[in-house]
Nanobody
Framework: QALLVESGGGLVQPGGSLRLSCATA????????VGWFRQAPGKEREGVSC????????FYADSVKGRFTISRDRAKNTVYLQMNSLKPEDTAVYSC????????????????????WGQGTQVTVSS
């Protein structure tokens, strides 16, 4: 079972920033599309952002557009989610996901399009 490992979560005040990282154990991310999902207590898991296998396409949920940026460092085999201007409603467990080679782009926001998942990292935005 391929393993994704997230890091970088924590407690931050409203308006602050965090950078999440997604690395792998057991396989390389080259050739994979990679995404970030989040799940808040009592809510459905929702797609936050994703990047195509060749980095030519990126997608964001409307709720994070202009605040979050997804990127990939191929030398480090890592995908990042830079989160700025954080709001209390961004509080959730953030999970990294991947699929080879691509999801159906019109449904990238659906968890059913993705095959490998990490355990998640908690992000809490609170004063």
């Amino acid at each position: 079972q391929a393993l994704l490992v997230e890091s970088g979560g924590g407690l931050v005040q409203p308006g602050g920033s965090l950078r999440l990282s997604c690395a792998t154990a057991g396989f390389g991310l080259n050739g994979y599309a990679v995404g970030w999902f989040r799940q808040a207590p009592g809510k459905e898991r929702e797609g936050v952002s994703c990047i195509s296998s060749d980095d030519s396409r990126v997608f964001y949920a409307d709720s994070v557009k202009g605040r979050f940026t997804i990127s990939r460092d191929r030398a480090k085999n890592t995908v990042y989610l830079q989160m700025n201007s954080l709001k209390p409603e961004d509080t959730a467990v953030y999970s990294c996901t991947a699929v080879y080679p691509e999801p159906t782009w019109s449904r990238w926001w659906s968890r059913h399009e993705w095959s490998h998942w990490g355990q998640g990292t908690q992000v809490t935005v609170s004063s």
